[in-house]
């Protein structure tokens, strides 16, 4: 009987180890199925990050392509916005050096041409406001005519005089004596006398004309030089700018003087004081 015992005892101990062991060698196998699951996983993400990582590389290199491109094209542009400048400056100093020895004559009535030439009124103008001039040989008038007004056409004032003169040194003699004589008349009346510039000259002069009336108010002996070029004397010193920037940079630089008055404050009053009339731009 004891004998059966054991022989059941140890058949059932086989059968628990045998089921044990069956247990366990599921279990191994789910894990590592699992675990080819999650290799499979991790090859699939690394798969993926290396195709990531190729676009991305693509990607910048494109982006360097156009980058690149840019510049080169930023480069072009600057280069043509030179080249455009450089032609526009040329052709502006040939247009105003082909109106070199002109002179403009402001401020006449039209109907005088009615009773007279119009290089019998230049003369006449001569004589009245130079009267030491006219007595000296000056060259012939190549020809002398009114002239629709370059600004603003449909503006109703006076077309200006032409005259155009064969020698430059006739009309720079001409011109300074006007200036040291400040007032030029016709008849009495207050003309004016100025040098022919091309349209893109006289704009760029033109700029200048409310900043000319403050230092002349101030006595600063103010002059436009060619083509656009503003001079001024400023403490004994002749100063000399090409744009207002560079003026209101010179200005700001300024302390102000005892009397609470800047150079600032005067350019600064002139730049804001936009009502001018059309003419000045021939001053």
């Known amino acids: 009987m004891l004998k059966m015992r054991q022989d059941i005892g140890n058949k059932l101990e086989a059968t628990e180890m045998d089921n044990l062991q069956e247990t366990l060698s599921k279990e191994i196998q789910d894990i590592k199925r699992k675990q080819e699951e999650m290799q499979n ?29 840019l510049v080169e094209i930023m480069d072009a542009e600057q280069k043509r ?6 032609n526009e400056e040329s052709l502006r100093e040939l247009w105003d050096n082909v109106k ?9 009535p039209e109907e005088e041409e009615r ?36 600004i603003n056409p449909r503006m109703n004032t006076l077309r200006h005089i032409l005259v155009k003169l064969t020698k430059i040194k006739d009309k720079e003699k001409i011109l300074k004596a006007a200036r040291e004589k400040k007032q030029v008349t016709y008849k009495g009346t207050p ?35 060619y083509p656009a070029r503003l001079s001024f004397r400023f403490e004994g010193e002749i100063k000399t700018f090409t744009d207002k920037q560079k003026l209101r940079e010179f200005s700001n630089s ?20 936009k009502n001018t009339t059309n003419d000045k731009a021939y001053q």
């Open 41 to 69: 996983t991790i090859t699939e993400i690394k798969n993926s990050l290396e195709a990531a990582n190729s676009r991305l590389q693509e990607a910048e290199e494109r982006i360097s392509e156009v980058e690149d491109r």
């Open 81 to 86: 916005e030179k080249r455009l400048k450089t």
């Open 100 to 108: 070199r020895t002109n002179i403009h004559i402001i401020g006449v």
């Open 115 to 150: 009773e007279k030439k119009t290089e019998k009124i230049f003369q006449e103008i001569i004589a009245e406001n130079f009267p030491n001039m006219g007595k000296e040989p000056l060259t012939q008038i190549q020809e002398a005519q009114r002239v629709p007004y370059k």
């Open 191 to 225: 003309i004016r006398l100025s040098a022919d510039f091309s349209a893109d000259t006289l704009q760029a002069r033109g700029e200048w004309h409310d900043i000319l009336n403050v230092m002349k108010g101030k006595n600063l002996q103010p002059r436009l030089l």
């Open 254 to 273: 300024l302390t102000t003087n005892t009397k609470g008055t800047s150079l600032g404050r005067k350019e600064k009053t002139a730049t804001g004081n």
